[in-house]
């Protein structure tokens, strides 16, 4: 009876290192894992131990028994990751990675190493994790809003609970002695990169990437259009977003680009609402839900069905969840490319697509139709959006699609750090390993790192924040190792002192954990795992009621 990994695969590889038989892959180390849309266990391998359930941070790993008739699919996707393997070939040698920091004996006394991590999203808590492995490290974190985990919380679609479960992890995290939050102070605003690297040995920037791609065309910006992640962050309760005034008061939808955010968002405006209901979503964003008159979500890619960029587990899980149907023209295309799929992987996701139904099939839900060899021209519409005239790619015909919001799903894009360099053309800041770098004099910024998107750009899965933070962390200890990181110039309480002079403010891990558990008791009534505080003023107030922890000398007298 072997394990299976399902749709909700962060791809952190938790399982991996997990794994006493080493049979799920690709493992961090491996080619291939950067890109992978998920990992796969080997069936002919798995020792059915379950090492790997406990280990998963999302759930996403089940029992071959205990698989629901939508994970099934995923049997074959695990199993066909080892094709033709035969049966005497011995499995690979163990991959797992090693530890990153000498052991403490062998370091010369000195202040502990004491690192800032700036953000607090999945990077951010993974790069904490590393860092905590290791005897004596100190990690503060430096995050705007009140409330951590950046797009976990305000950008994983609302109805992928089981993904948000790797917050469980970061809790787990945050309550190591040696962390700190300082959550509600914003670093480039209350505090500059010189005085917060003055009380660290070094700062890891893991800011991600908060501003979206923009599309350059006539009419976006008019109202009626927007973007699928401004959506994103409006469904999750983001306070910047919480009020953005979407209309869902027009019959259709169209989304530009066919990426996993665009299949979120498309997802979420056909659900059910009563479904929605059971989920952390904004009251607001269920309220619109609730009253919207939308039929259709039209997802359009300016290139072929061979091309689509969403992934394959995500494309399961939509046509498990939604009714998504594709009309004759696009069916075509798909049958065109299908003979041609360069790959495995393309081939099996043209094949659900082969399988879709017509769109002129009459639906009596509200649906989702994929089309393809749209390229985006102009927005139509005098003072709001009424729909969008494309070109058919590399045509000069045009097509038009009535619509009364237009939102573009076309990517992430990072932002400039204020002190640090930039590179504008890949909107990430340059670096080599993680060691932020000078690209005038090709040296390293002495103290700065990056992790996440800011370090690689907006791909990927929560998970593959990991490794990622992992070689940063890596790349950072062994500058420490080196002698090459100033001590911090004085104790943690010049660091109190100075954050709260500028922030009297900021919320500590208590005043997180009153606002989480406030938030979990406003749930409990309607069945919904938490209901989230939108406003910032709320979730201050109501850190504010957190009890100070006794000191821990105090706590270790009482305890006896
Ligand atoms: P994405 O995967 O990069 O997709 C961007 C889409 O926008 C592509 O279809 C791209 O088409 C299109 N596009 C780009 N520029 C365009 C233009 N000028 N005109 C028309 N179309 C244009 O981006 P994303 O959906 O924002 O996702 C970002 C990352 O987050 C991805 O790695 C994604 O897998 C991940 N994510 C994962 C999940 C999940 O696992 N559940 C959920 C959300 C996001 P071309 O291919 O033709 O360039």
Redesign the pocket.
Known sequence: MPHVITQSCCNDGSCVFACPVNCIHPSPDEPGFATAEMLHIDPDACVDCGACVSACPVGAIVPDNRLDGKQLPFVEINASFYPDRPADVKLPPTSKLAPVLPAPQVRPRRQPLTVAIVGSGPAAMYAADELLTQHGVRVNIFEKLPTPYGLVRAGVAPD?QN?KRVTDLFDRVSRHRHFRFYLNVEVGRHLSHAELLAHHHAVLYAVGAPND?R?DIDGMGMPGTGTATEFVAWVNGHPDFSDLPIDLSHERVVL???????L?VARVLTADPDDLARTDISDRALAALRGSAIREVVIA???GPA?S?F?LP?LIGLTHASDVVLDAHDHALVARDLPTAPDRLTRHKLEILTRLADASAPGDRPRIRLTYEL??ERVLGERRAAGMEFSVTGTDQARRIDAGLVLT????RGKRIRDLPFDEAAAVVPNAQGRVVDPDSGHPVPGAYVAGWIKRG????IGTNKSCSLQTVQALVADFNAGGLTDPVGPRAALEELVRGRVPDVVDAAGWRAIDAAEIARGVDDGRPRKKFTAVSDMLATAATAQPAPPRRLLARLLG
Not at 409 to 412: H, L, P, V
Not at 458 to 461: A, L
């Open positions: 992928h993904t791609r599309l530009i680009g066919n990426g996993n955010v665009a979120d890619a300016r290139r091309h960029a992934t995500e390229t985006p799903s076309i990517g992430y907006p791909t990927g899965f």
